[in-house]
């Protein structure tokens, strides 16, 4: 199993950043994936998630109406959108896939078993 992020960076309060995650290694389309963050110091966080054809999402409070998360299983890829940054998005972002085939993802972090290496993604004026 391999998930590389790409598209962190630094940006101001207000904007927006879209990251995205290249799997591979195993059958993409068969799998929910999420997204979830880390604060050095704090407690890892999930974001959100997305089933395995794409139909359903779910996302923590703090990101709900600002996040986006999609699919494109052709291409093994998911994405997230995010927009109107703040100070306190700023984290690690990782891409995980949830442990089993099928089955909906959870909003419980010990239930993804495979992440990426990560991408900071840091919101400052």
């Known amino acids: 199993v391999q998930l590389v992020e790409s598209g962190g960076g630094l940006v101001q309060p207000g904007g927006s950043l879209r990251l995205s995650c290249e799997a591979s290694?195993?059958?993409?389309?068969?799998?929910?994936m999420g997204w979830i963050r880390q604060v050095p110091g704090k407690e890892i966080e999930w974001v959100a998630h997305?089933?395995?054809?794409?139909?359903?999402?779910d996302y923590a409070n703090s990101v709900k109406g600002r996040f986006t998360i999609s699919r494109v299983n052709a291409n093994n890829r998911v994405f997230l959108q995010m927009n109107n940054l703040k100070p306190e998005d700023s984290a690690v972002y990782y891409c995980?896939?949830?442990?089993?085939?099928?089955?909906?993802?959870?909003?419980?972090?010990?239930?993804?078993?495979?992440r990426g290496q990560g991408t900071q993604v840091t919101v400052s004026s």
């Open positions: 997305i089933n395995h054809p794409g139909t359903t999402t």
């Open positions: 290694g195993f059958p993409f389309n068969l799998y929910g």
């Open positions: 995980a896939r949830f442990y089993t085939p099928y089955r909906p993802p959870s909003r419980s972090i010990s239930e993804y078993t495979h």
